[in-house]
Structures are given as C-alpha cells and as structure tokens.
C-alpha cells in the first residue's frame, strides 16, 4: 500500500526551517517561521515560566486527564485576557472556553465545529492570510473563499475594499480575522476601522472567527484586543481561537484555547457541548503542562507583572529591530522605500520581495525568507542586520 505514495511537498512556512537547518552555510539567518528570538539570536525561555515550572514540580501530585475541556482556571485566565475580568461575557457565562493544543488546534477544533455544526457555511479568508489557515479548514471540509484586505501598491489595508468585502458575504458566513499583527503583513485596521468592520459583520450577519495568536507583541496586552472587543461589543456570537506560543515563549508546549461568545448562556453551553464532542473524537482532552505554566504566572500578580515586563521587552525589540531595518536598508537600498515596515505591528512585515528575490536570498545569501515575501521581524538582530539588509539590496 505505501509504495505507490508520493511524497507531499514541505510546508511553505516548518518546511523552510527544515531546510535551515540542513544548511551548513555558516552566518545563515532565518526569517521563515514566526519565532521571536532575542538579541543574541536564541528564543528566550521566559524567566516566569522557569519560576512557575518550579512551583509546579514541587506541587505536583498526578499526572491524570484534565476534562475535554482542559482546565477550568486557565480557561478562566483566557477569557479574561480576551475580555478583561469585568465584561458582561465574562461574568454572566455567555462566553466559554477549551483549552486546545496550540492556536492550530484551536484552529482546528472551530473547523470541525463549522463543518458538524454549521454545514452550509463557508469561511472567508483575508488576502493574504497565514498560509495554514486555508489548509486547515479544507482538511476539515470547510469551504473557504477570500476577501480583499492589502494593497500591495501602497503596502497598507484596503480598507474601502474589505468593507465592501463585507457586504458582499452572505449571511451566516464564518469571517476570520486576525486581532493584532496580521500575519503575514503586520497591516492591522485602527481601532475606528475595527468598529466599522463591527458594525457591518453585525449588520450582514456574519460569525467572526477571530484568530489571536499575538497579543501583546503589537501595542500592548490591553491595546492589541481593542479589535475584538469593538466586535464582541456590537456582534452576538464569535468564535475566538488564542495561542500563547508567543507571548510566554512556549512554542513547543502547544497552548492555545477556543473561546466562544453566545447571545446567551444556555446556548454558549450547547455550542460547547459540540466543541467538547470534536475534541473527544479528535485528541480526547488537551495536555496539561503548558496551560499549567500560564496559569501559574496569571493568577499569580508578582508573577504576572513580571511576565508583563517580559513581553514588553519582546515587543519592544521587534520594534527597534523594524526601526533599524528601515534605516539601514534605506543607506544600503535608498533608491527603495522600506519606510512602510516602521508601521507594521507584531513578528511579521510583508517585504514586497518577490518570489525570484526570496530564491536568490536563500540560494545565494542563506537567508531563509517565506516565499510569499514575509519576514520575520522578530528573527532579525543588530548583529546580523548589515549582513541581512546587504544581501536585500544586491537582489532588488
Ligand atoms: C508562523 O506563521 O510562522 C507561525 O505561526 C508558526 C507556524 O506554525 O506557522
């Protein structure tokens, strides 16, 4: 049976790194996968996350299932974080949440809730959007279709077309958005766009599947979800999918969750009752250790006003690394204007490098781009900037 199998070509975004890894070029960076990496070029393992893992190896007692659902008190933590601890969703059950292996699984946990559920649905996708979305929800047998979001020619959203968009989806749709820091194009709408968006996804009737992956790394925890709560101010129902491999710097443990916004609580708990029946026959119930980790460091306040130092600094090196991007490619490539990139929000910046620059940075300068011209802000540091904004203006 397994001689006639071809081989399934490498993933656009795990596939480069692979490929990376092989590479013995020395001085080879890699701008592929959306890992954050300090400036000494390593992915940071959090201070709070040593402290809390400590706590919890001295406090563990069994390693027996968590519920379908995971655990109850970091699903608390999540809702919270999306929220805020005083809004209404919050308090009065209309909001409930899953605990789920990563953002994918959340990802993937929503697709085979639309399709079980919500059959004639199609979900509709930003161009560009991440390159896995679209292959999660066809492997779940979820139509997808797109709608219009950046303009390549001003390197900014085209916000006219998105709202016209809008307009044009039929009722009871499934419309994925990004909260903060579109991946890949770091174009996120203002806060008075988010609401007009609101108010047409309420007017049309559309189910908003907000994909929230990094929160905290654009403006702030509080800032980067003012997105999602204009839309859960104005739309009854959402669908809320959050990683926190980023934000804590815990790629490898798998944390996310799959929020869900009802118009009341009885019906937020039969929507979960299906998630709950998707995630039985999919994985049966999530792992412990990582959920464990964020909810030590959350409910803990010296804990979690450390953690909040830890992440500003993130971010606020992924922005000095965008400021010294623009300047120094400007000196090395002024004829080009890269001064767009300083706008952007989150890991990602939409280059505008095409797809025969990407080969020529990888085949001839071992720098490790995705093909769709995406790079990995949060890859870059000082000591590899030259060498990075060199090798840019010799295939421009
Ligand atoms: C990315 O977009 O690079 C990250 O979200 C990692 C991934 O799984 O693709």
């Not at 006219?160 to 989806?169: C, P, Y």
């Not at 937020?268 to 990582?290: C, F, L």
Request: include cysteine; proline fraction near 5%.
């Amino acid at each position: 049976m397994f001689a006639t199998i071809e081989a399934a070509p490498p993933d656009p975004i795990l596939g480069l790194t692979e490929a990376f890894k092989a590479d013995s070029r020395p001085n080879k960076i890699n701008l592929g996968v959306g890992v954050y990496l300090d400036e000494t070029g390593k992915t940071p393992l959090l201070d709070t996350v040593r402290q809390a893992e400590q706590r919890m190896a001295a406090a563990a007692t069994n390693k027996s299932y968590l519920p379908i659902d995971g655990d109850a008190a970091y699903n608390r933590c999540v809702r919270q974080l999306l929220f805020g601890s005083d809004h209404s969703l919050v308090k009065n059950g209309q909001a409930l949440t899953a605990q789920t292996p990563g953002g994918t699984g959340a990802l993937r946990v929503a697709a085979d809730y639309l399709h079980a559920c919500h059959p004639t649905a199609t979900l509709w996708l930003s161009n560009p959007t991440w390159a896995n979305h679209d292959a999660i929800f066809h492997a779940a047998d979820v139509p997808t279709a797109v709608y219009a979001y950046f303009n390549p020619k001003t390197n900014s959203l085209d916000f006219d077309a998105l709202i016209a968009a809008l307009h044009e989806i039929p009722h009871h749709d499934v419309i994925l958005l990004h909260a903060c820091c579109h991946n890949p194009s770091g174009v996120d709408p203002t806060v008075a766009q988010w609401e007009q968006i609101a108010d047409v996804l309420a007017q049309r009737q559309l189910l908003p599947l907000i994909d929230f992956a990094y929160q905290g790394f654009g403006d702030g925890l509080e800032e980067d979800a003012a997105g999602l709560r204009a839309v859960a101010d104005r739309v009854p129902e959402l669908l809320v999918c959050s990683s926190f491999s980023k934000n804590f710097s815990l790629y490898n443990e798998r944390v996310g969750a799959l929020t869900i916004v009802s118009g009341d609580k009885d019906s937020a708990a039969n929507v979960m009752s299906q998630i709950k029946v998707v995630i039985r026959r999919n994985y049966s119930n999530p792992p412990a250790h990582g959920a464990a980790i964020v909810r030590t460091i959350l409910t803990d306040d010296k804990l979690r006003a450390q953690w909040l130092s830890e992440l500003t600094t993130m971010r606020n090196r992924i922005n000095a690394m965008r400021r010294l991007f623009v300047d120094t490619l400007a000196k090395l490539a002024p004829g080009r204007d890269f001064s767009f990139i300083v706008d952007q929000r989150g890991m990602f910046s939409f280059s505008g490098l095409n797809k025969d620059q990407v080969k020529l940075l990888r085949d001839e300068h071992a720098i490790y781009i995705v093909g769709s011209g995406r790079i990995n802000v949060a890859g870059m540091t000082p000591g590899s900037m030259d060498q990075l904004c060199k090798a840019i203006a010799s295939v421009l």
